[in-house]
């Protein structure tokens, strides 16, 4: 045998050694670890994921949109699979809105193979992400909610998390019809972490759609009313809500400082709430046509009683006096609730008593939640009557020692615009185009009563009225003003207050009832100076746009 054929076979039997390495050791990883590698290799190229549903839409009563979910991805990383942590950190900074030394930091940790680089990218932005073609990044599909209209409602409407639940507002309250079913898929990617099969396993299922009954041009327009309100009296908040008070319909719920909806984080806590549902304030004189009413009703006055009423009156250890120094007079029960005399309407509640008269706080809604579907609504504060000392008949009259909420003011006052129905306030006007069914008023004083008391508000705007200087041409108004001292530490304050107006038109027959709160405004202090104003504001382009017929 020559050396090149001995040289020949030694190689045949290297080969035919190496051959049977390979084959043993591919036994072994095929056969012993082959489980446990085939495990490892779909965990990191086979995931089921979760698709969520787009939310559903919301739009006012006339299909204007004012929530919608559109496309948006999360971007991820795995950090053991980025090569060049600061070019990678450079090239998405500007796309994902971080600065390009923090996207290195999480880019480079080295200790985990999963990390959250932006939430809810828009859809365009996400598309350049995965034009850059980088290994170790991967888009995770989500939805993104955003508000087309920006400001307008923003605390009514509310907020959604990242994980597409609501936080507040009728986004929380409405999650269950709004949120939808979410979708599985099944996504395979190759070594670089790319994808190269999606299935869908399980479709997504939409939201359902929520029609409101707001307004969008006569919600604009409140809250314009309520930022020149802002800039011009410096008040801690101020709160407005109109209403058809036939119906009960929302037309418009608007709260100062305005919020802008997509940039939610950037709006103080105390903004971010909807005051005019959750917010309690001592309503002052508006709460004196319920002292009147029940008065009425019970038939202990007429709106042509005469008082002859002293400049003060006093209750148990308490001197109430009128907002202004006046002489005695002699006023009629027309005459007290069109000047707001203190001592007028703490002279009919005496005459009407500590019973009837809690009995009519009650009746009107005044203690509880009103029944509406606005999101939060608060209680107010109202004591029982056994919680009434001596002097609770000389300040619960006249609005003062208890609390109530917008929504419940207007709420009451839709009583006597609607001939003495009572009915629950509502928002929401249809859930995925089926009309939601209008819940039955129930009657609280009489159709004669609800008209007396009207007439007798007219007056309020009239000649001698506390708003005389508030009109609509063509139009006749009826409404009442509020001025209270805000309470602090179990007394009043003497300098901050809370003012308000209530007002309602065409007077005869109203379709369209507004009110404005403004909590401590600065320089002027009175319902009749600051609130009836923004009132007739709202009025004058709410009447002709809803095409009411002027009176």
């Known amino acids: 045998m020559t050396a090149i054929e001995r040289r020949i076979g030694l190689l045949f039997v290297l080969f035919i050694a190496l051959l049977a390495v390979g084959g043993i050791r591919a036994a072994y990883f095929g056969a012993v670890r082959g489980p446990t ?311 009919i509640g005496l005459r009407e008593g500590a019973s009837p008269f809690s009995s009519w706080v009650r009746r009107f809604g005044f203690g509880s939640s009103t029944g509406s579907d606005v999101p939060g609504e608060a209680a107010g504060i109202v004591p029982k009557l056994a919680q009434y000392s001596g002097s609770s008949m000389g300040n619960l009259p006249i609005g003062q020692g208890l609390a109530v909420t917008p929504l419940q003011m207007i709420t009451a006052y839709a009583a006597i615009a609607d001939g003495g129905l009572l009915r629950a306030a509502h928002v929401v006007a249809a859930v995925n185009g089926h009309r939601v069914a209008a819940r039955p008023g129930r009657r609280v004083i009489s159709p004669a009563t609800a008209a007396s008391l009207r007439s007798m508000l007219q007056g309020v705007l009239a000649p001698g009225g506390t708003a005389s200087q508030v009109s609509v041409p063509g139009y006749q108004l009826a409404g009442k003003t509020g001025t209270a001292n805000v309470a602090i530490n179990g007394g009043y304050s003497q300098s901050l207050y809370v003012s308000s107006f209530v007002g309602m038109a065409p007077a005869i027959d109203p379709r369209l009832l507004a009110l404005v709160v403004v909590d401590e405004p600065q320089g002027s202090i009175y319902g009749g100076t600051v609130a009836a104003p923004a009132f007739g504001q709202i009025a004058a382009f709410a009447l002709p746009y809803l095409r009411i017929a002027p009176s």
């Open 37 to 347: 590698l085939r495990r490892v290799a779909a965990s990191q190229q086979v995931s089921v994921v979760s698709v969520p549903a787009p939310r559903g839409t919301i739009t006012d009563r006339n299909g204007v949109q004012l929530a919608v979910s559109e496309p948006a991805d999360s971007l991820v990383a795995d950090p053991y699979l980025i090569k060049d942590p600061v070019n990678t950190g450079r090239l998405i900074a500007p796309l994902v809105g971080k600065p390009a030394d923090q996207l290195v930091n999480e880019l480079a940790r080295a200790h985990t193979g999963f990390v959250y680089i932006a939430r809810q990218l828009p859809d365009d932005r996400a598309r350049r992400v995965q034009g850059l073609g980088i290994a170790g990044l991967s888009l995770i599909p989500e939805m993104r909610r955003t508000y087309p209209q920006d400001w307008l409602a923003s605390q009514l409407l509310g907020t959604v998390g990242t994980d597409g639940s609501g936080l507040s507002g009728l986004e929380w309250s409405q999650d269950g019809s709004l949120r939808g079913h979410a979708g599985v898929r099944r996504v395979v990617k190759d070594a670089l972490g790319q994808a190269i099969s999606v299935q869908d396993l399980h479709p997504t299922r939409p939201g359902h759609s929520l029609q409101l009954t707001i307004d969008a041009n006569i919600e604009s327009k409140t809250e314009q009313v309520l930022q020149q309100i802002g800039a011009t009296y410096r008040p801690k908040r101020a709160s407005a809500i109109v209403m058809n008070p036939h119906s009960g319909e929302i037309l418009a719920l608007a709260n100062w400082p305005l919020v802008n909806a997509n940039d939610i984080g950037g709006a103080p806590p105390a903004a971010r709430q909807n005051g005019a549902a959750v917010d309690s304030y001592e309503p002052g004189s508006t709460f004196k046509s319920f002292t009147v009413a029940g008065a009425l009703e019970d038939r202990v006055v007429t709106p042509q009683t005469s008082f002859d009423l002293a400049p003060s009156i006093q209750v148990a250890d308490r001197v109430i006096h009128d907002a202004e120094n006046r002489p005695a007079v002699t006023l009629s029960t027309a005459r007290i609730l069109a000047q707001s005399s203190n001592v007028g309407a703490i002279t």
